[in-house]
């Protein structure tokens, strides 16, 4: 199964870096129609042959997952937008 793993460095407050990844999830969201939910300090995303994770730590977040077959076509595209949105939404 395809996996995508990105790890991007951030200078926030862990309250700023919490709201700038829900930021992340909400665009994710809309265009991939993902569900998430936080648990801790990590926020869960999933969906129909996806499932995955944004860990944040002091300085840095670490979004990782799972493709599914049919999805595993669109893993550079899903890449692409993740790398986007945390560059809009981290730097």
Not at 36 to 41: A, I, L, R
Not at 45 to 55: L, P, T
């Amino acid at each position: 199964m395809p996996s995508i793993d990105i790890r991007h460095p951030h200078t926030k407050t862990p309250a700023q870096a919490r709201k700038a990844v829900d930021g992340v999830a909400k665009k994710l969201s809309e265009r991939f129609e993902f569900h998430h939910e936080w648990e801790g300090d990590t926020l869960h995303f999933k969906r129909s042959g996806v499932d995955g994770k944004i860990k944040l730590s002091p300085k840095s977040l670490h979004v990782t997952a799972q493709l599914g077959f049919m999805l595993s076509f669109l893993k550079d595209s899903i890449e692409s937008e993740i790398k986007r949105v945390l560059g809009e939404k981290f730097d």
